[in-house]
């Protein structure tokens, strides 16, 4: 599952992995790609909630990053070597990042983070307390879009979801039995180190990896917690800001990320189902799209060309996703035992 060894370099001096003198309760992992620009607001927010809950250290493990991003990190580590460590992955990849932060992890409890959010204050003391509930292996929280200008007129709520927003409203849900649509999400999300460590973390297949925006990491570990007895936790009070560059308010950039929600969708469908599952929900989608309604035969009741044109877009993406996890289903299949 995870990445070999040889993958784990650390990009800070000896000094940052020196025996410290506090047994922290919170691992907050930061994996981050290519973002030197925001990464040291991040780092400034972070720093912040560490003061405040006291007993959190930081693992920031910079993936295959081109830019300044390692140096970054290094230079946060070098600072705070009590509480940041920081780590390099030569393979890009989220979930390969978000593997080898947990290896060094020390906490009981692991946060997850993506790099293009800005935590608000109490998040990491609202996330441990959802797992007092020890039945609680997984929870998180409230994704706020925050958009670079004005977002275009088009860009309506069916969109929200694909651009990682996350809002189930201002009281705690179990959401255990909703659904992977409404599974937590890694820009926000806390699960229990023994059960990650049990489970062999996230499956390297999913996730976005070196500009491709695949996805389906944060369902396809839930499908596994859940079905090893575990809660899944929805908790409003731990919130981030989730910055969503302009780039990503376009069509060429939406269409890819619906596409790639097609290929996840055909993967995990093939991952716990068997490959008769995903041509059966290939074939009707075939159907749908003859009665001339949408792939998934979801609504589109505002009339919005762009909501179309990414759905029939997401539905090649999973009949190619369909084909390829032929190509690759043992390793899906193997990961499913």
Avoid: K
């Avoid at 003061?51 to 946060?76: F, K, N, P, Q, W």
């Avoid at 909703?178 to 973390?201: F, K, N, Q």
């Avoid at 990896?209 to 917690?225: K, N, S, T, W, Y």
């Avoid at 792939?295 to 505002?302: C, L």
Wanted: aromatic share 6%; proline share 6%.
């Amino acid at each position: 599952m995870g990445a070999g060894d040889e993958d784990l370099n650390p990009v800070a001096a000896v000094g940052t992995y020196r025996s410290v003198g506090f047994a922290p309760r919170l691992s907050v992992v930061v994996p981050a790609h290519n973002r030197a620009p925001r990464l040291p607001a991040l780092l400034a927010a972070l720093r912040a909630e560490l003061d405040r809950h006291g007993a959190a250290e930081l693992i920031l493990v910079d993936s295959a990053s081109a830019d300044e991003t390692g140096r970054i990190a290094a230079a946060a580590a070098e600072g705070d070597p009590a509480r940041v460590r920081a780590l390099r992955v030569d393979r890009p990849g989220a979930c390969r990042a978000r593997n080898q932060g947990l290896a060094v992890a020390r906490a009981p409890l692991v946060v997850f983070l993506d790099d293009d959010v800005l935590p608000r204050p109490g998040c990491f003391a609202a996330l441990e307390a959802a797992h007092a509930d020890r039945r609680v292996y997984a929870a998180g929280g409230r994704i706020v879009l925050r958009f670079e200008g004005v977002p275009p007129t088009w860009l309506t709520t069916p969109f929200v979801s694909y651009l990682a927003g996350y809002d189930l409203g201002e009281r705690p849900r179990d959401v255990t039995g909703d659904g992977d649509a409404l599974v937590p999400r890694s820009a926000l999300m806390s699960v229990r180190r023994d059960v990650l460590e049990r489970l062999g973390g996230f499956c390297e297949l999913f996730g976005p990896r070196a500009g491709r925006p695949m996805v389906g990491d944060e369902p396809e570990l839930c499908r596994r917690i859940v079905s090893g007895g575990g809660r899944l936790l929805y908790v409003p009070d731990a919130v981030v800001d989730h910055l969503v560059p302009a780039a990503r308010l376009t069509e060429t950039y939406l269409v890819r990320r619906f596409f790639y929600q097609g290929v996840t969708e055909a993967f995990t469908d093939i991952r716990f189902a068997g490959a008769r599952a995903a041509w059966g929900r290939l074939g009707r989608g075939l159907r749908h799209r003859a009665a001339g309604t949408s792939w998934d035969g979801a609504a589109n009741a505002e009339c919005n060309a762009m909501l179309e044109r990414c759905r029939r877009r997401q539905s090649l993406g999973y009949a190619a996703g369909s084909i390829l996890g032929l190509i690759r289903y043992r390793a899906l299949r193997r990961l499913a035992a």
